[in-house]
């Protein structure tokens, strides 16, 4: 499927579970602004990308020694980045109404706080991010209308949205996250979003894709 | 287990089959040498490895979303460092004696060298790195005893050794290439050799292990 994101603009694709998308929603609002480039954000669910790969969990979990690295990599990475840091006491959690309010809001001033404080509950404080008490309490610090927003995730018109964004993954060939598009091309990992941002503001991209 | 490398040097472990191996092996030595480090070669190779996952090739095989990926990132990481790049028509490439060879020289003054020209062979040109002759001819090029060299890697006192060099990647948690080691610690991918070479030339690194 071609897929063009517009000039001066990157698609950040990201589960709320995902401990690699913690470190990019917590670096990407600043990188991006320096570099000029609007964020598009893009919540999904990755149960659904591993179990089309036969997957029931997190590879993290499915191979015990990557796993074991994981925690490692992260406890190194934070701090490198200078970000807070506790390994969750359950991992993958599980998100699923936190992501219904993350798309409802993608095109909202708050989703950067939202996902950022969602995400830092999770792999900062490990709390229990399923909860809709958890979702409440992070819209209510933010001055949002939470049982407003939480209602209407939870109608039967929203629901079907977030299954229509994982889709819409699948079949853009995003097979894990952080995922990030420039142009036309894909980016894995926390550790590309450098790169995507370099492409993404860059005069090849603008002259090749036009505007 | 635990592996405590010495300070200031960092442990490589490769396998000339890999293209991420490929990205570190050609900047290894320039960025090490600049942190004050020295390089210790550890050839292996990664089908053991990923036989005791139950994997039956490498995993950008396996996963056709993430193979076609690699090839669109691996052309992308070469323009970045300007290395040269060529997707290989067969994938991952057997290389089994240009191994036994890499792990005779590991201490050798020439091992780097010969693992950049098995290594652009493979990567650059697309040519086929498993046969006796490529291995003989980036020996010669070296103004190394070619032959002799070739014939201890055959005798069947050295065929053991690739095999326990192998075996001990496996117990020391290598479940990827590259991988380094520093100190007590574990680093997966290219993406992480910066880091890995800064906790190697660090003064905390060598106040904790000792000298």
Redesign the interface.
């Known amino acids: 499927m071609q897929h063009i994101v517009p000039p001066h603009e990157i698609e950040f694709w990201f589960e709320l579970g995902s401990n690699y998308s913690y470190l990019s929603a917590l670096r990407i609002e600043h990188l991006a602004q320096r570099a000029g480039v609007a964020v598009r954000w893009q919540p999904f669910l990755l149960g659904p990308i591993f179990a089309s790969?036969g997957w029931s969990t997190s590879p993290f979990v499915l191979?015990p020694?990557?796993g074991?690295?994981v925690w490692?990599?992260m406890r190194?990475q934070c701090a490198?980045y200078a970000f807070p840091w506790q390994r969750p006491s359950v991992f993958p959690r599980s998100a699923i109404l936190a992501t219904r309010v993350a798309l409802h809001g993608a095109r909202a001033p708050w989703i950067g706080d939202f996902v950022k404080a969602i995400m830092r509950a999770n792999f900062a404080r490990d709390e229990d991010i399923s909860s809709e008490e958890k979702v409440i309490e992070a819209l209510r610090e933010l001055a949002l209308p939470a049982m407003a927003i939480v209602a209407a995730c939870q109608s039967a018109a929203s629901k079907p949205r977030l299954r229509e964004q994982t889709e819409r993954a699948k079949e853009l060939?995003?097979?894990?996250a952080p995922s990030f598009f420039v142009g036309d091309?894909?980016?894995?990992?926390n550790?590309?979003l450098d790169?995507a941002l370099a492409l993404a503001s860059s005069t090849r991209l603008r002259s090749t894709s036009g505007a």
Chains 1, 2 share one sequence.
């Open positions: 790969f191979q020694q990557k074991a690295y490692d990599d190194r490198k060939g995003v097979f894990g091309q894909l980016f894995w990992g550790d590309r790169d």
